[in-house]
């Protein structure tokens, strides 16, 4: 495979593939986080005495009027896989009510798996500037790309198929398929391998400082693309380049 040019702002970098974050970065985060939660929130209060409360102020959601309001981009909910918040959740469970551990483990991943089931992603994505455009121009242009996130599979099918085409990426990495999630090189690293490419011409776009630690971490070029300055200064340690736009990134 030989590399390819790609300029993002005034840099430019030999690449051979292309590794997007979902969350953020193609989609606003928020607007689908709260979507998310709403339903998450509804369908574990149907848990008896279920402490609703101290599950949005663990997670980093604020309620106003019954409803998500804000996410804390930091916070589990935001950053978690579906796994580690089921475990989170059940923890919380256990706590509240004291009951047998096993119990609460599987009460925590039946409400998941049923608000996951209950969830229509369609009506919450609203793309961001430039996407379902860059996924195009890459095609164009012969580029792999794929999407690693902390988000499940089917939903990131589905996310995709309604703005562009899901069968063109060259893989969707999640929590289920590695060891270790992000900021864990181990997503970059089975990137690689599956596009058979070294880590470091791999390029990791992520709206995430968790994104760019990851590329850091596996020795790939990470661009960050944050929504906020307290994001953007948390990004700088680990960073190749920090830019406000995928509309940003010519090849």
């Not at 409400?111 to 121009?137: H, Q, T, W, Y």
């Not at 760019?212 to 960073?239: H, L, N």
């Amino acid at each position: 495979m030989g590399l390819t040019k790609i300029r993002v702002g005034t840099d430019e970098y030999d690449i051979d593939g292309v590794v997007f974050d979902k969350d953020g970065l193609l989609f606003d985060s928020l607007h689908f986080w709260k979507g998310l939660g709403d339903v998450r929130i509804a369908t574990l209060a149907e848990i008896d005495r279920f402490p609703v409360e101290e599950w949005c102020r663990l997670f980093g959601v604020r309620l106003e009027e019954g409803k998500v309001a804000d996410i804390d981009p930091n916070g589990i909910f935001a950053i978690a896989s579906p796994q580690e918040e089921a475990t989170v959740t059940a923890a919380l469970l256990h706590d509240a009510t004291g009951s047998e551990w096993g119990w609460c483990r599987n009460e925590a991943a039946a409400a998941f798996k049923r608000s996951d089931e209950r969830f229509d992603v369609r009506k919450v994505l609203l793309p961001k500037p430039g996407f379902p455009d860059i996924f195009r121009r890459l095609r164009e242009a012969g580029i792999p790309y794929g999407i690693a996130t902390s988000d499940d599979a089917e939903r990131t099918r589905i996310s995709v198929d309604a703005y562009d085409r899901a069968d063109s990426l060259s893989f969707i990495i999640t929590p289920a398929d590695v060891k270790k999630g992000k900021p864990s090189p181990d997503m970059l690293h089975r990137a690689s391998d599956i596009l058979g490419v070294p880590a470091g011409k791999l390029l990791m776009l992520g709206d995430s400082y968790v994104d760019v630690q990851m590329a850091y971490e596996a020795g790939s070029i990470g661009i960050g693309i944050p929504d906020d300055e307290g994001m953007k200064a948390k990004m700088s340690p680990y960073a190749s380049k920090i830019i406000s736009s995928l509309e940003e990134i010519e090849f």
